[in-house]
């Protein structure tokens, strides 16, 4: 199976901040990627697939990037309706794993 | 708008058996793969399984492989989870998806408890 590791497991911003969380693949999965986010008590939702494309509706602050082992999710601003946890997902090979998260509170 | 329901969790004890459903309104329900999603709760995500549009091929997690079976019924609207020889490991919030191109996971149910537990 793809691991993929997120980093950081754990991010403390400020509202303004620029925040960058990357997700490295133990394999390549071209650009099969995507990064979703859960909010305290809810499902997730889809941010971005495809490693760049943003989901319809989806802030333009978010925005992603990278091929094969190495992708990043940036958020430009950090909004206070940003907190929550991010995972990506492959879509390269069956199973499609997770990351194990990234936890994301304002300072 | 596309609304996807879970139902079906339960307690159940070790080596028994569940079936979920996940009824699915407002899209064309036959044209789309749909996914299951594990999460323990206040845990990360773990991907169940796929069962592409037409329901001829799925996918499992080797955790789930063997005693799991997705499956669709699309005058019904409706996927479903057959659960067998359940384990404690089993446990947590199942979520339905339903894709969009890629098979990336675009909408999301509420989720369906299960707890696995003598």
């Known amino acids: 199976d793809i691991q993929l590791t997120q980093s950081p497991s754990f991010v403390s911003a400020s509202v303004g901040d620029r925040v960058t969380i990357t997700c490295r693949a133990s394999?390549?999965?071209?650009?099969?990627l995507a990064w979703y986010h859960q909010k305290p008590g809810k499902a997730p939702g889809l941010l971005i697939y495809?490693?760049?494309t943003l989901q319809s509706g989806v802030p333009s602050r978010f925005s992603g990037s990278g091929f094969g082992t190495e992708f990043t999710l940036t958020i430009s601003s950090l909004q206070f309706e940003d907190i929550g946890t991010y995972y990506c997902?492959?879509?390269?090979?069956?199973?499609?794993?997770f990351g194990q998260g990234t936890q994301l509170e304002i300072k | 708008e596309v609304q996807l329901v879970e139902s079906g969790g339960a307690v159940v004890q070790p080596g028994g058996s569940l079936r979920l459903s996940c009824a699915a309104t407002?899209?064309?329900?036959?044209?789309?793969?749909m996914h299951w999603v594990r999460q323990v709760p206040g845990k990360g995500l773990e991907w169940v399984s796929l069962?592409?549009?037409?329901?001829?091929?799925?996918y499992y997690a080797g955790s789930v492989e063997g005693r799991f079976t997705i499956s669709r019924d699309d005058s019904k609207n409706s996927l479903y989870l057959q659960m067998n020889s359940l384990r404690t490991d089993d446990s947590g919030l199942f979520y339905c998806?339903?894709?969009?191109?890629?098979?990336?996971?675009?909408?999301w149910g509420q989720g369906t408890l299960v707890t696995v537990s003598s």
């Open positions: 394999q390549g999965v071209n650009t099969h």
């Open positions: 407002g899209f064309n329900f036959g044209g789309y793969a």
């Open positions: 997902q492959q879509f390269n090979y069956y199973p499609f794993t």
């Open positions: 495809s490693t760049s």
């Open positions: 069962i592409s549009w037409d329901g001829t091929v799925t």
């Open positions: 998806g339903k894709e969009r191109t890629g098979h990336y996971i675009e909408s």
